[in-house]
């Protein structure tokens, strides 16, 4: 079973009067889907000391992550910039996790003296670490597991030739350089990739890292990262959390048997928190026929939303005054000069110009890969919550593309 539901209110809030408030093109968020996401995971994993650390990345907002801090989780970082939004969303330092990929050592220091968990995910990172803090900072240990997973390669990153963590198989290595630099090692991690469907799949990842752990007499939790798929369309096949929950927990108790302690479990789900959150409403600009196809040409573009052209990803976009209309087929289309099909030949209620049309799925990597191409401005952020209807970012302005350059005087 999947979503086949095409909304046009939150809360009783018509997408329509957020469209006129806020104007478009604008992304809003319906903050009880976030929370309740986040009770799914707690609920399926009740048996054991869970800890999930939502993946900031996907939607970096302030007030978001306030949402998911008030749901009771925690936050995975990927750079020292999403530390810093954790701490100004009220995250403790011992809340957060940072996930750095091939970063400078400057940061990790920066992210040392913020008190966060560092995931160390080099052997040169390992012995860098160690030469300055020895075992006085604990750390975690990302390990890469060699499984290929994820909705497409660019996603996925457990493989053997991606570039994430340490190779499972250099687990001699890193044990040697854990003993030679004596770092006290209190985590094992992996992020096998997103959009993950399978509870195998899942399980495969946390037995690499029970296998690992044996040599790690010091763990404290392990971290089985996130990638939970979420549905994008009628039919989509979505993980059944309930399912990986027992699976894993099982697998999981009897490991820390086996170990002889009980740690935590964590895990960095992004997508499955937010992804299903988000609507982005734009207005169609202009109704255009050509002789084979009849585009919708709206006030947004892979500025806003590259999803559906980086990873070829499927959004629901609907009419929102005809929602369950499918009296023609369109191509919608963004207003970038390059090719930015949002969805193509799509059967949609008819669209006038000026028409609202919305798009589904727009919690996860939506805003938060937003960019300025073109020279155009990035869209308003709303949040629906507790049956209000609140702006959480403005909408840039002309002066926002200005402001960093510096004119000289050619
Ligand atoms: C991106 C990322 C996640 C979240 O992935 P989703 O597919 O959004 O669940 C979790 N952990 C790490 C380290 C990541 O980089």
Request: glycine share 8%; net charge negative.
């Amino acid at each position: 079973m999947s979503s086949v539901q095409k909304p046009t209110q939150i809360q009783g809030i018509p997408f329509a009067s957020i469209a006129e408030e806020f104007g478009t093109p604008v992304y809003v968020y319906d903050g009880e889907k976030i929370t309740s996401q986040v009770k799914a995971i707690q609920n399926a994993f009740s048996s054991i000391p869970l800890k999930i650390k939502y993946a900031t990345k996907a939607l970096s907002n302030i007030n978001i992550l306030k949402l998911i801090k008030k749901a009771g989780a925690g936050i995975d970082a990927v750079s020292v910039e999403e530390v810093r939004l954790g701490m100004m969303a009220g995250f403790k330092a011992e809340e957060i996790m940072y996930t750095p990929s091939g970063v400078g050592f400057e940061e990790i220091e920066e992210a040392v003296a913020l008190g966060v968990m560092i995931n160390l995910d080099s052997i040169p990172l390992m012995r860098q670490f160690g030469d300055k803090y020895g075992d006085s900072v604990p750390a975690c240990i990302r390990i890469n597991p060699h499984i290929m997973a994820g909705g497409n390669l660019k996603i996925s990153t457990g493989h053997k030739a991606s570039k994430f963590g340490i190779s499972v198989d250099m687990l001699p290595e890193i044990l040697e350089v854990v003993k030679e630099k004596q770092l006290k090692i209190v985590g094992l991690h992996i992020h096998t990739g997103s959009d993950i469907l399978d509870a195998e799949i899942f399980l495969r990842g946390a037995n690499v890292l029970f296998d690992a752990a044996k040599q790690f007499p010091d763990l404290r939790f392990i971290d089985c990262g996130g990638g939970f798929k979420v549905a994008y369309k009628a039919g989509d096949p979505y993980t059944d959390i309930d399912e990986v929950g027992e699976k894993v927990s099982k697998a999981f108790r009897d490991f820390c048997d086996r170990y002889g302690k009980e740690l935590e479990l964590w895990l960095e789900p992004g997508k499955f928190l937010v992804s299903e959150s988000g609507y982005f409403l734009v207005k169609a600009n202009v109704v255009k026929k050509s002789p084979s196809i009849t585009f919708v040409g709206v006030d947004s573009g892979l500025n806003h939303l590259i999803r559906p052209m980086m990873y070829d990803a499927y959004h629901d976009v609907y009419a929102l005054n005809n929602p369950e209309g499918n009296e023609a087929t369109y191509n919608v289309v963004g207003y970038i000069c390059e090719t930015d099909t949002i969805a193509a030949e799509r059967q949609m209620g008819e669209v006038k110009a000026g028409d609202i049309l919305v798009i589904k799925n727009a919690g996860a990597y939506g805003y938060s890969m937003a960019s300025n191409y073109n020279s155009r401005l990035r869209p308003a952020e709303v949040l629906v919550w507790e049956g209000r209807a609140q702006l959480i970012r403005k909408r840039e302005t002309f002066e926002d593309i200005t402001h960093n350059q510096v004119i000289l005087n050619l």
